[in-house]
């Protein structure tokens, strides 16, 4: 098979943010007399707002602030990302630069909204790479659904089965797998499961490691050596 473009994820692939997101988080939550685990916060990564806050709602009870917690979260992130800055993804603004060198479309497919989603990039110098961006909030059915993926893979003009997928987390993998694309694990905070190994492409230990992998993916093709 021969792929022609490729489409990320953006937190914990493209910029090293979940950490950042976990710690904002867990502030937050002191902030009420709560307590985020790592673990719970591990099962949230990857889905859409509702989704995690639906999650919250049910592991904290009817009782919890939501409305206040959302906000507290969204100050704690910004005092974070100030004071330890955003980062790529090590290997990935090289990764970047050399498909679009060879004319390969690219395109963001993240389950966070428009508005933190520039903010982030930006903050990270990759937005101007990344000018196809397909949010959260644009679409009705958030990871695992595979909308998000269908909508970046029609946005670039390549059908899905011609689409390298690279995703951190276990909902985005299986969100680009339900889309038809081959699709690249690079685990981030959660490692994965048996099953979801059995279910992608390939597992990499490393963005570096895998970006030579996406390379090869896309070049395999006599237009692309």
Do not use: W
């Not at 806050?53 to 507290?72: C, I, T, V, W």
């Not at 993998?173 to 492409?201: C, F, H, N, Q, W």
Request: glycine share 6%; charged share 20%; hydrophobic share 50%.
């Amino acid at each position: 098979m021969i792929y022609t473009a490729v489409i990320f994820d953006m937190d914990g692939v493209l910029i090293d943010s979940e950490p950042i997101i976990r710690t904002a988080a867990q502030l937050a939550a002191i902030e009420i007399d709560r307590a985020v685990t790592d673990q719970f916060y591990a099962s949230v990564i990857g889905l859409p707002s509702v989704q995690v806050e639906a999650a919250f709602m049910h592991e904290f009870g009817d009782d919890f602030p939501l409305a206040d917690y959302r906000l507290r979260f969204e100050r704690c992130y910004r005092r974070v990302v100030e004071s330890r800055g955003l980062a790529p993804k090590p290997g990935i603004p090289a990764l970047l630069d050399a498909l679009i060198a060879c004319e390969i479309p690219i395109a963001v497919a993240t389950s966070t909204r428009a508005e933190n989603a520039d903010a982030a990039l930006a903050a990270a110098g990759l937005i101007d790479r990344l000018p196809v961006r397909v949010t959260g909030d644009q679409v009705q059915r958030g990871k695992p659904a595979p909308d998000i993926f269908l909508l970046a893979a029609g946005r670039i003009g390549v059908a899905p089965q011609y689409c390298v997928a690279v995703e951190d987390s276990d909902v985005g993998a299986r969100a680009a797998v339900a889309a038809g694309m081959y699709t690249l694990l690079v685990p981030d905070l959660k490692s994965p499961s048996a099953e979801l190994i059995g279910l992608v492409g390939d597992v990499y230990p490393s963005m570096p490691a895998a970006a030579a992998r996406i390379l090869n993916l896309v070049r395999a093709g006599p237009a692309r050596r």
